[in-house]
């Protein structure tokens, strides 16, 4: 079953999609290539919106590489913009899901990990995790272009 949106969006004016190697470099690439995107579309870094997303896509790329990796396979990163909204789509292969939102609990000071879905809730206006077909999950993050 396909992803469907938080937020209906009739004018999607920008597109872009790419699948990078569930690594560390992979996650550092997606950064890279999604902020060189951000700022082609006129969302640059030093804006709030694009300040926010750049947050947004490292965590998100980071876990994906980390926590949802499967030997062999990719994950995705989906940038669509509005005038009204970023959406950020991260997808991996992995079918372990993470906490939905409002259900996250705050990790100990002693844990190395555990934290990112909480920047996550505290930055995007709206998120969640869908299943991905044919297997593994997308998490999607959105973020208001007029903050």
Request: no cysteine.
């Amino acid at each position: 079953m396909p992803a469907t949106p938080l937020h209906d969006t009739d004018a999607t004016v920008h597109v872009f999609r790419q699948r990078f190697t569930s690594s560390p470099l992979g996650a550092r690439l997606a950064r890279h290539l999604a902020s060189y995107r951000l700022q082609d579309w006129g969302v640059p870094a030093g804006s709030t919106v694009g300040d926010i997303a750049a947050l947004l896509i490292a965590e998100l790329a980071a876990n994906a590489a980390t926590h949802g990796r499967v030997p062999g396979a990719d994950f995705e990163l989906e940038l669509s913009l509005t005038p009204e909204l970023l959406r950020i789509d991260v997808s991996d292969s992995h079918g372990r899901r993470p906490p939905e939102p409002g259900a996250l609990v705050e990790a100990g000071l002693e844990q190395d990990g555990g934290r990112g879905l909480m920047l996550v809730e505290a930055l995007a206006d709206r998120w969640e995790v869908v299943d991905r077909a044919p297997r593994g999950k997308t998490v999607r993050a959105e973020v208001d272009r007029q903050r």
